[in-house]
């Protein structure tokens, strides 16, 4: 085959980001017990990383996810109310991996001052998620989610069942969804577990 023509494709997922391409799996424990699961860098790609929109229902809200200079993720677009819209996320499903060491969930981000929510499965195909919304200041912040604070929903609806267990990790998701059109941005440098 011609290089050109494998050339042309890297080229434009390079220009246009991309939800689907390589990202490592979780790394080893570091010296404190806590686990990465992401560390985003300019040598890291986006592989298994999955943008989920309204659009899936109809809806025509848009995000995109791609690595910046900096190399972090950026998670952007615009959430839009037409058609019964109002959501745009991002999701990574694991093999699912054991989490059961572990308290939280710790996010290294930079937020536009807006609201998102962190959602989490505990198996494949799972009959209901768990979440919890939190707010970002604008400037870098490290958001801590206790197991205890993901309350167990489907479909958005809060359901009358115990928290998340933490035994299990398959799906890590964050959502924006305010219920207002309004465009958003949130740069992520890392995402871990804590004991």
């Not at 609806?157 to 998701?173: I, M, N, S």
């Amino acid at each position: 085959m011609n290089p050109i023509h494998i050339l042309i494709p890297l080229l434009a997922l390079a220009a246009t980001g991309c939800t689907n391409c390589n990202s490592a799996p979780p790394l080893a424990p570091d010296s404190s017990g806590n686990q990465t699961l992401f560390q985003f860098s300019q040598g890291a790609t986006l592989r298994g990383w999955e943008v989920e929109d309204d659009a899936v229902m109809g809806g025509r809200s848009k995000g995109r996810l791609s690595l910046n200079e900096a190399g972090n993720a950026v998670f952007a677009g615009d959430v839009s109310l037409e058609n019964d819209g109002g959501f745009s996320s991002v999701q990574y499903d694991f093999g699912p991996i054991d989490a059961s060491a572990y308290r939280a969930i710790v996010l290294g981000l930079k937020g536009d001052g807006k609201r998102y929510q962190l959602r989490v499965d505990s198996e494949k195909k799972a009959p209901h998620s768990y979440a919890c919304d939190f707010q970002t200041s604008g400037d870098w912040q490290t958001v801590e989610i206790p197991f205890a604070d993901l309350a167990a929903i489907r479909h958005g609806d809060r359901l009358d069942l115990p928290p998340y267990p933490g035994q299990t990790l398959a799906r890590l998701q964050i959502l924006i969804g305010n219920d207002t059109p309004e465009s958003f941005q949130l740069e992520i440098d890392r995402i871990w577990l804590i004991k």
